[in-house]
Nanobody
């Protein structure tokens, strides 16, 4: 069973930055396209970004383009999400999961989810 562990969330002021990490146990994360998803209170989970196995292809939701950067270090079995120019509307629980892109939209490929990490953007 795939196990993913997210970390790096916290409280940050608007305009600030955070870097999230997604680590894997019991499987080689480098074999999969990995994405970040988020769920705000009262809203459905949405795909934020997805990075290909090689790292050569990345996709982003329109709401985060130009602000968030996804990257991966396969040697460390870790995927990162650098979030810049954070806005209050970025407040959510962030999850990582195996991803795919359908019609330009980031989707989860299966239903294996970690516990998530809370990101709160507030002054």
């Amino acid at each position: 069973q795939l196990q993913l562990v997210e970390s790096g969330g916290g409280l940050v002021q608007p305009g600030g930055s955070l870097r999230l990490s997604c680590a894997a146990s019991r499987f080689t994360l480098a074999d999969y396209a990995i994405g970040w998803f988020r769920q705000a209170p009262g809203k459905e989970r949405e795909g934020v970004s997805c990075i290909s196995v090689s790292g050569g292809t990345t996709n982003y939701a329109d709401s985060v383009k130009g602000r968030f950067i996804i990257s991966r270090d396969n040697a460390k079995n870790t995927v990162y999400l650098l979030m810049n120019s954070l806005k209050p509307e970025d407040t959510a629980v962030y999850y990582c999961a195996v991803c795919t892109v359908v019609a330009g939209m980031v989707r989860n490929f299966n239903d294996y989810w970690g516990q998530g990490t809370q990101v709160t953007v507030s002054s």
